[in-house]
């Protein structure tokens, strides 16, 4: 589990600016925490 990454994909919709994607990676830390790296692919 640790040094892991964790990909997740996420579809947002918001009115009137269409579909949102954004991409959650997941990495397990030393310390028993989760460190969550978003970013946005893009309006579609």
């Given at each position: 589990?640790?040094?892991?990454?964790?990909?997740?994909?996420?579809?947002?919709?918001?009115?009137?600016?269409?579909?949102?994607?954004?991409?959650?990676?997941?990495?397990?830390?030393?310390?028993?925490?989760?460190?969550?790296?978003?970013?946005?692919t893009?309006f579609?």
């Amino acid at each position: 589990f640790s040094g892991t990454w964790y990909v997740q994909y996420e579809t947002n919709s918001f009115i009137g600016l269409g579909i949102r994607c954004e991409t959650h990676d997941y990495k397990a830390n030393s310390d028993g925490t989760i460190t969550d790296y978003a970013s946005a692919t893009g309006f579609l």
